[in-house]
């Protein structure tokens, strides 16, 4: 009755909103007596220490079941298909990619790069991947991206390594 006598005076109730009373007597659907707030706010309005404690108890007694449920056959079915339909349902929203600055679409909040060839060029220019080496010829310890196939850390060891190999080879 409450919600309706809301509609009928302020109209339609926002979704994510609920009707509140006021003085909290149910019983009374006053005009004055109601207000418009978050459904966040109108829980944190009613979760008392004891329906707290309930809750928290309630939630221990099913846990154990729930988690049977979701690795059953059916719930992981279920999971399946609501996560599919979810996905279909998503609105794709632009976005400025992090290395080139193209924009691009994306479904999700974190995806910061247009392709993958601009994903890789940003961690190799801000050094996620390296690692310390030791060069094989002059033994310093020179940083080196861990997918690069580097053994040596100059040209002059380079130049070392290919005389060192003609030699071997002759």
């Not at 926002?14 to 004055?32: A, Y």
């Amino acid at each position: 009755m409450h919600v309706i006598v809301w509609e009928y005076s302020n109209g339609k109730v926002p979704k994510g909103f609920h009707i509140h009373h006021i003085d909290k007597n149910k019983s009374n659907n006053e005009i004055k007596n109601l207000s418009l707030i978050s459904s966040r706010d109108h829980a944190l309005l009613h979760m008392t220490p004891e329906r707290s404690e309930m809750s928290r108890k309630w939630a221990e007694k099913i846990r154990p079941m729930t988690k049977k449920w979701h690795a059953s056959k059916e719930g992981r079915e279920w999971h399946k298909k609501n996560g599919i339909s979810a996905w279909k349902n998503k609105i794709p929203f632009s976005r400025n990619c992090d290395q080139c600055g193209k924009k691009f679409e994306t479904k999700t909040h974190h995806q910061q790069f247009c392709s993958n060839s601009c994903k890789s060029r940003w961690r190799r220019n801000c050094g996620v991947d390296d690692i310390e080496i030791e060069c094989e010829i002059c033994k310093n310890k020179f940083k080196a991206n861990k997918y690069a196939k580097r053994r040596l850390c100059s040209t002059k060891c380079s130049g070392i390594f290919r005389s060192s190999k003609k030699r071997k080879e002759s």
